[in-house]
C-alpha cells in the first residue's frame, strides 16, 4: 500500500494524469505483483489504518484540501476492495473466492466515486485519465460478468418467473455499464469551466466507450442521442483535431457506421435491391469520399447481390424427393432465372454473358458455392451450403 501511495503522490505532485491514472490500472497480465502486494494487508482495518495514515498523518503527504483528500481516500479503499474481488476471481487467493459479478460490482463502486471526485471534492480536470482507466474495465468487467453467468447457468432459475427476460438477462451487467459510462458522459459534457480548466477533454474518450458498448447491446441507435447532445453543445467543445488521434479514429469510424445504418443500404442489402442500393451510394457519394469510406461501402454491393441471386435459389423449391428421403432443394437453376431477377433489380438491361460473369466472380469470391455449366446454360450449386454463411 506503502508504493501505490507513493507512486499517487509522485504523479500528482508532478501533475500527470496518465500517470496517475497508471496507479488504479487493475491488468492482472502486467500488474498482478503489484495487485498482490497492494491486497498484502489483508483485511479492511488495516487497509482503513494505512491509507489514513498516508493521506492524513504523514508529513510527507501532498497539501490537498479536506475534500480532495477525501475523495481519493475513498478511491484507493474501494480500489483496494476491488483488488481483492480481481485476485480472488483470478484464482490467485488461497482465503477466498469470487466472481466476475462481484468483480463488476467492486469496480463499479470504484466508478461512482471517482465521478463524485469531480462533482463532491473538486478533482481538477488534468486527472481525468483516471475516468479512462475506470470506464475501461468497468466495461470489461461487465462483458466477463454476463459471459461467466451466460456461461454457469446461474439465472437459469429466474427463468420461471414471470417477468423474466433472457434477452435482458444476456446483458444483464453491460446494460448496468452503460448507464455510469453515460455519467461519465455527461460529467465531460456539462462541464462549464473554461477550455484549459474542462473536463470536456475527455468527452471522445468517454463516447467511444459508449459507442462500443451500444454496439455489442446491439442498441446502436442510442448512439443517436450521444450525437445530438454533442451537436448541441459543438459551440462550447474543443475541435476534434485537438484531441489524441486514437480518439479522433475511433469516433470517426463509429459515426460513419452510424451514417451508414441511417441511410437505405442495410434494408437495401438485405432485400437484394441493387437499383436501390446504387441510389443510396450515388446520392452520399460526395460524403462518403469525404469521409474516405466510399470504397467499403461499394464493396456491400457484393453482398446485396448475393442476396438477390440467394432469393432466386430459395425460390426454386425443392426437387421431388426419392424412395421416402427427404426433399432436397433445386441445385441447378438456369442462367435466365438468375438474369431475370438482375433486370428486375437492378433496372440495367443485363444480357446472360454478363450475368454469368457475375456469377462466375461470386463464386471466386466464396459469395457461392457451385459451377456455371456454359454450354447448358445453368449453374449447379452446392447441396450443402450453397451460399455460405446464410443458413442455405
Same mark, same amino acid.
Given at each position: 500500500m506503502d508504493t501505490l501511495i507513493q507512486e499517487f503522490r509522485v504523479a500528482y505532485t508532478s501533475v500527470k494524469g496518465d500517470q496517475l491514472a497508471e496507479t488504479l490500472r487493475p491488468d492482472i497480465q502486467t500488474n498482478a505483483d503489484k495487485l498482490q502486494a497492494i491486497w498484502n494487508r489483508g483485511d479492511a482495518r488495516s487497509a482503513k489504518a494505512d491509507l489514513q495514515f498516508l493521506f492524513y498523518q504523514d508529513h510527507s503527504r501532498p497539501r490537498l484540501s479536506k475534500d480532495e483528500t477525501n475523495g &481519493?481516500?475513498?478511491?484507493?479503499? +474501494?480500489? &483496494?476492495? #476491488?483488488?481483492g474481488e480481481i485476485l480472488a476471481a483470478e484464482g490467485l487467493r488461497t482465503d477466498a473466492k469470487s466472481n466476475w459479478t462481484s468483480v463488476y460490482e467492486a469496480w463499479r463502486e470504484l466508478t461512482s466515486l471517482i465521478i463524485r471526485g469531480y462533482?463532491?471534492?473538486?478533482?481538477?480536470n488534468w486527472t481525468i485519465p483516471c475516468l479512462y482507466v475506470a470506464g475501461r474495465y468497468l466495461r470489461l468487467y461487465a462483458i466477463r460478468a454476463d459471459e461467466e453467468r451466460r456461461r454457469s447457468?446461474?439465472?437459469?432459475?429466474?427463468?420461471? *418467473?414471470?417477468?423474466?427476460?433472457?434477452?435482458?438477462?444476456?446483458?444483464k451487467q453491460l446494460e448496468d455499464c452503460a448507464r455510469h459510462l453515460n455519467r461519465i458522459f455527461t460529467l465531460c459534457l456539462s462541464d462549464r469551466a473554461p477550455l484549459e480548466e474542462s473536463r470536456k477533454w475527455g468527452i471522445y474518450y468517454a463516447i467511444n466507450l459508449l459507442f462500443k458498448t451500444?454496439?455489442?447491446?446491439?442498441? #446502436?441507435?442510442? @448512439?443517436?442521442?450521444? !450525437?445530438? #447532445?454533442? @451537436?448541441?453543445?459543438?459551440?462550447?467543445?474543443?475541435?476534434?483535431?485537438? /484531441?489524441p488521434a486514437s480518439q479522433q479514429v475511433t469516433f470517426k469510424y463509429y459515426e460513419g457506421v452510424l451514417a451508414f445504418l441511417e441511410e437505405n443500404y442495410v434494408e437495401s442489402i438485405k432485400k437484394?435491391?441493387?437499383? +436501390? /442500393?446504387?441510389? #443510396? !451510394? *450515388?446520392?452520399g457519394e460526395d460524403e462518403f469520399i469525404k469521409r474516405?469510406?466510399?470504397?467499403? !461501402?461499394?464493396?456491400?454491393?457484393?453482398? +446485396?447481390?448475393?442476396?438477390?441471386?440467394r432469393k432466386v435459389f430459395i425460390a426454386?423449391?425443392?426437387?421431388e424427393a426419392k424412395d421416402g428421403a427427404s426433399p432436397l432443394r433445386r441445385t441447378r437453376v438456369p442462367v435466365a432465372e438468375f438474369t431475370a431477377a438482375m433486370k428486375l433489380k437492378g433496372g440495367d438491361d443485363i444480357d446472360a454473358d454478363e450475368v454469368e460473369c !457475375?456469377?462466375?466472380n461470386m463464386i471466386y469470391k466464396n459469395l457461392m458455392k457451385g459451377y456455371i455449366a456454359h454450354e447448358r446454360g445453368i449453374v449447379v450449386l452446392s447441396k450443402n451450403g450453397a451460399f455460405p454463411g446464410t443458413g442455405v
Open positions: &481519493w481516500y475513498e478511491i484507493y479503499l +474501494a480500489y &483496494w476492495k #476491488a483488488v462533482t463532491n471534492h473538486d478533482f481538477e447457468g446461474d439465472d437459469a432459475v429466474t427463468s420461471f *418467473q414471470d417477468d423474466f427476460d433472457p434477452e435482458t438477462e444476456e446483458h451500444y454496439f455489442k447491446l446491439n442498441a #446502436a441507435s442510442l @448512439s443517436k442521442n450521444v !450525437l445530438k #447532445a454533442l @451537436s448541441a453543445s459543438k459551440g462550447d467543445m474543443p475541435s476534434i483535431d485537438k /484531441f437484394g435491391d441493387l437499383r +436501390a /442500393f446504387d441510389k #443510396a !451510394l *450515388q446520392e474516405r469510406i466510399y470504397l467499403t !461501402l461499394e464493396r456491400g454491393r457484393d453482398i +446485396a447481390l448475393r442476396n438477390l441471386l426454386g423449391g425443392f426437387e !457475375l456469377l462466375a
